[in-house]
């Protein structure tokens, strides 16, 4: 296949994915993912394929608004090379600020095909050949005796890391957290609060479980995302990791967290920060000695595998949360309810069938 290969159209449509349930968190409760799908097209027939999970409390933008974007996008990569796509990206960021889900469906897009062309796994972009992801599974905000039945599903399939949504009450978060531990006591658990706390809150949350012999293995995003002074109190008061995700959504956001010794892990989203910038991010979590997490939006097989291969390809990833095709009633191809992302190329491997 020629390497001058260029862009020559990009389709973008809407993707609705209804949920196998309801799944509530602390910022709404969705009831299907309402995506885009970015098709990449190049003048040698090669097409790459991008996904993006718009959800305005996380990301700030409506479907509406990521559909236009992404479809505007095209105008500025559409003739240009496929193998020019730091420079793509970085024009399409700088044109389009705090438009992360079109972004990252158009970015992936680019980057697939640019891999499928030269037959290589998205993972060998990013320094390591393709390796088996293995992910946790979330159980939403419920009542303990229903996220007790999850954790035991979720352990019946063979998951071994669970995702715990609180940021409601403290007083119902612990009792959860403690439906889900009697139901799964072997399983590893993180919570997650999306920001639904105040730092006394949370630190009380952490002590609470402590108290009733629970061990978290992270709390994440537990105070509002702008509050580093409130997530570093965090930090400070509980024994448990404490993560950084919507307070993260570019490289220079991972440098105001670690400045202010505020998390012990960042959360490195794709969804957030696209591909390539989510190899920056980790290289200033690193720099830091920060651990890495990797997480994701409902994002059907195209996003989720998009983010395994970075993980695959970057390494040292310690919190992987890579679940979100799996909570979907169908995805775009045929998906196993597994804990196990096979990562295979080329680009990312996955050509929607739907």
Same mark, same amino acid.
């Given at each position: 296949?020629?390497?001058?290969?260029?862009?020559?159209?990009?389709?973008?449509?809407?993707?609705?994915?209804?949920?196998?349930?309801?799944?509530?968190?602390?910022?709404?409760?969705?009831?299907?993912?309402?995506?885009?799908?970015?098709?990449?097209?190049?003048?040698?027939?090669?097409?790459?394929?991008?996904?993006?999970?718009?959800?305005?409390?996380?990301?700030?933008?409506?479907?509406?608004?990521?559909?236009?974007?992404?479809?505007?996008?095209?105008?500025?990569?559409?003739?240009?090379?496929?193998?020019?796509?730091?420079?793509?990206?970085?024009?399409?960021?700088?044109?389009?600020?705090?438009?992360?889900?079109?972004?990252?469906?158009?970015?992936?897009?680019?980057?697939?095909?640019?891999?499928?062309?030269?037959?290589?796994?998205?993972?060998?972009?990013?320094?390591?050949?393709?390796?088996?992801?293995?992910?946790?599974?979330?159980?939403?905000?419920?009542?303990?005796?229903?996220?007790?039945?999850?954790?035991?599903?979720?352990?019946?399939?063979?998951?071994?890391?669970?995702?715990?949504?609180?940021?409601?009450?403290?007083?119902?978060?612990?009792?959860?957290?403690?439906?889900?531990?009697?139901?799964?006591?072997?399983?590893?658990?993180?919570?997650?609060?999306?920001?639904?706390?105040?730092?006394?809150?949370?630190?009380?949350?952490?002590?609470?479980?402590?108290?009733?012999?629970?061990?978290?293995?992270?709390?994440?995003?537990?105070?509002?995302?702008?509050?580093?002074?409130?997530?570093?109190?965090?930090?400070?008061?509980?024994?448990?990791?404490?993560?950084?995700?919507?307070?993260?959504?570019?490289?220079?956001? !991972?440098?105001? /967290? =670690?400045?202010? +010794?505020?998390?012990?892990? %960042?959360? $490195?989203?794709?969804?957030?920060? *696209?591909? #390539?910038?989510?190899?920056?991010?980790?290289?200033?979590?690193?720099?830091?000695?920060?651990?890495?997490?990797?997480?994701?939006?409902?994002?059907?097989?195209?996003?989720?595998?998009?983010?395994?291969?970075?993980?695959?390809?970057?390494?040292?990833?310690?919190?992987?949360?890579?679940?979100?095709?799996?909570?979907? !009633?169908?995805? /775009? =191809?045929?998906? +196993?309810?597994?804990?196990? %992302?096979? $990562?295979?190329?080329?680009?990312? *491997?996955? #050509?929607?069938?739907?």
């Amino acid at each position: 296949m020629s390497v001058g290969t260029t862009v020559e159209r990009v389709a973008v449509e809407p993707l609705d994915l209804p949920l196998r349930e309801p799944f509530e968190i602390a910022l709404g409760t969705q009831h299907e993912a309402r995506n885009v799908l970015v098709r990449v097209e190049t003048d040698a027939g090669t097409v790459g394929y991008g996904e993006g999970s718009p959800l305005p409390p996380v990301t700030g933008e409506t479907r509406g608004a990521a559909l236009a974007t992404a479809r505007a996008a095209a105008d500025l990569v559409e003739g240009e090379p496929v193998a020019d796509y730091r420079r793509l990206t970085g024009e399409l960021r700088s044109t389009f600020p705090g438009m992360v889900s079109a972004l990252f469906a158009v970015e992936t897009a680019l980057l697939d095909a640019h891999c499928r062309e030269r037959g290589l796994a998205l993972a060998e972009l990013f320094g390591n050949s393709p390796r088996p992801v293995t992910t946790d599974l979330t159980v939403p905000i419920l009542p303990p005796s229903d996220a007790a039945d999850r954790a035991r599903d979720a352990v019946a399939d063979g998951f071994e890391h669970l995702k715990i949504k609180t940021g409601t009450g403290v007083g119902a978060d612990v009792e959860r957290v403690l439906a889900v531990r009697e139901a799964a006591p072997e399983a590893e658990l993180k919570v997650d609060a999306n920001q639904g706390w105040t730092p006394a809150e949370a630190i009380r949350f952490a002590r609470a479980l402590e108290d009733r012999g629970v061990d978290l293995s992270l709390l994440e995003q537990p105070v509002a995302s702008e509050d580093l002074r409130g997530l570093a109190r965090v930090r400070d008061g509980v024994a448990v990791p404490v993560a950084a995700d919507e307070a993260v959504f570019t490289p220079a956001d !991972a440098m105001r /967290v =670690v400045r202010a +010794e505020a998390a012990d892990v %960042v959360n $490195v989203k794709l969804g957030k920060s *696209g591909p #390539v910038a989510a190899a920056d991010i980790a290289a200033v979590a690193r720099a830091a000695n920060c651990e890495l997490m990797v997480g994701c939006m409902l994002e059907s097989a195209v996003g989720i595998h998009a983010s395994a291969h970075v993980v695959a390809g970057l390494g040292g990833f310690g919190y992987v949360d890579l679940d979100g095709n799996l909570l979907l !009633a169908e995805d /775009v =191809v045929a998906t +196993e309810r597994s804990p196990t %992302v096979d $990562v295979a190329g080329p680009g990312h *491997g996955v #050509v929607p069938e739907r």
